[in-house]
T-cell receptor
């Protein structure tokens, strides 16, 4: 089966510009996560979806970050405007249910200059 | 809230030597425990997990971890490492129920020929 697909793999933008990341989870996985991984750190949750509903977005900086998961499948994460401190790897993951492990995509490495 | 402490940020070890990567967690409720591995420029891959039952769990490539409830630990071990084991290793915890993974900061394992 295909894994979690993310695009783009790499993105370089100037500060104050907008950027968007896309994620296609594993078919049938109703739970989708966006994590941010700063250099030398572990991933930190930004937002979690159950189907199309965001059930945990307490760590999402809502002044500049937004996310959506249309029809409970694909998801996009947007930053507008980007800041230098947003440089990180953005990881998407999906899982079937509450006890299952999460399957991760390869991530999008964002560099803000 | 749960938290994970990985006591060593970097672990250098010679090829064919044994290794232990330490992980301690904090939680007031029952948890599931995971080890993920991240190779350079890749997403996270599940190495092994503890959900219930036997406290010793094994991966297909020779790693094992033991859940120790009294010491709140889930250390990862391998009796003989290979060059190909060079990677970043992340310990993660999640509460029972539909909750997200909480990751440690990671341990970089470097296997030296």
């Amino acid at each position: 089966e295909a894994g979690v697909v993310q695009s783009p793999r790499y993105k370089i933008i100037e500060k104050k510009q907008p950027v968007a990341f896309w994620c296609n989870p594993i078919s049938g996985h109703n739970t989708l996560y966006w994590y941010r991984q700063n250099l030398g750190q572990g991933p930190e949750l930004l937002i979690r979806y159950e189907n199309e509903e965001a059930v945990d977005d307490s760590q999402l900086p809502k002044d500049r970050f937004s996310a959506e998961r249309l029809k409970g499948v694909d998801s996009t994460l947007k930053i507008q405007p980007a800041e230098l401190g947003d440089s990180a790897v953005y990881l998407c993951a999906s899982s079937i249910g509450q006890a299952d492990e999460a399957f991760f995509g390869q991530g999008t490495r964002l560099t803000v200059v | 809230a749960q938290s994970v402490t990985q006591l060593d940020s970097q672990v250098p070890v010679f090829e064919e030597a044994p290794v232990e990567l330490r992980c301690n967690y904090s939680s007031s409720v029952s948890v599931y425990l995971f080890w993920y591995v991240q190779y350079p420029n890749q997403g996270l891959q599940l190495l092994l997990k503890y959900l219930s039952g036997s406290t010793l769990v094994e991966s297909i490539n020779g790693f094992e971890a033991e859940f120790n409830k009294s010491q709140t630990s889930f250390h990862l071990r391998k009796p003989s490492v290979h060059i190909s084991d060079t990677a970043e290793y992340f310990c993660a915890v999640k509460k029972a129920g539909n909750t997200p993974l909480v990751f440690g900061k990671g341990t970089r394992l470097s296997v030296i020929a």
